[in-house]
């Protein structure tokens, strides 16, 4: 009899174990979303609508429209949207790479770009990627303040300098990709 006590204690413990950490693991998740997450969701809303309301992303794409079919200009918009102090206003929801990739889309669709500038001015119009998250993400990391200060530098400068790089990478391996058949 006492050995199956002890087999039933041994796996009562071990169950009740998983539990609670698999409940402790929930309470954390809970209040890291209440904390960081759902605060980050409500200013990525109110950027996005900033956006949408005020017409900037219409604006932006049209200037960047002239821009988009050489890859000097396709540079110069890489670098503008790669500015460290510009993407992390750029980048909430890719609004406005959503509005700038569609229209270029049209001008290429029409002709007006030519097909093999659509690989470059992906790469062209998307440099701020990821740079409004880098704050949140290190702090779901639990990063350190020294960490977030040098670290969040350090991806926006790295980031101006991949995205002009991405711009040529991808003009160079566009070629031949689109025949004049």
């Known amino acids: 009899m006492s050995g199956i006590n002890a087999i039933l204690v041994k796996v009562?413990?071990?169950?009740?174990?998983?539990?609670g950490t698999l409940y402790q693991a929930g309470r954390e998740t809970v209040d890291t979303t209440i904390r960081n997450i759902i605060p980050f969701m409500a200013f990525i809303s109110f950027i996005i609508g900033l956006v949408l309301t005020?017409?900037?992303?219409?604006?932006i794409a049209n200037g960047i429209k002239g821009l988009a079919s050489s890859l000097v200009g396709l540079l110069i918009v890489s670098v503008v949207c790669a500015i460290p102090i510009l993407s992390p206003l750029l980048g909430p929801g890719a609004v406005i790479a959503q509005i700038v990739g569609?229209?270029?889309?049209?001008e290429i669709g029409r002709g007006t770009i030519p097909a093999q500038y659509s690989l470059p001015a992906l790469f062209a119009i998307n440099p701020q990627?990821?740079?409004d998250f880098i704050p949140v993400g290190l702090a779901l990391g639990e990063a350190e303040p020294e960490t977030v200060e040098v670290?969040?530098?350090?991806?926006?400068?790295?980031r101006l300098i991949t995205g002009p790089l991405s711009v040529v990478i991808a003009y160079f391996a566009s070629?031949?990709?689109y025949s004049s058949n």
């Open 151 to 158: 670290g969040v530098p350090a991806v926006l400068f790295s």
């Open 12 to 19: 009562g413990r071990s169950v009740g174990g998983v539990v």
């Open 175 to 177: 070629f031949g990709l």
């Open 54 to 59: 005020t017409g900037i992303g219409d604006w």
């Open 129 to 131: 990627v990821g740079c």
């Open 102 to 106: 569609t229209l270029l889309g049209v």
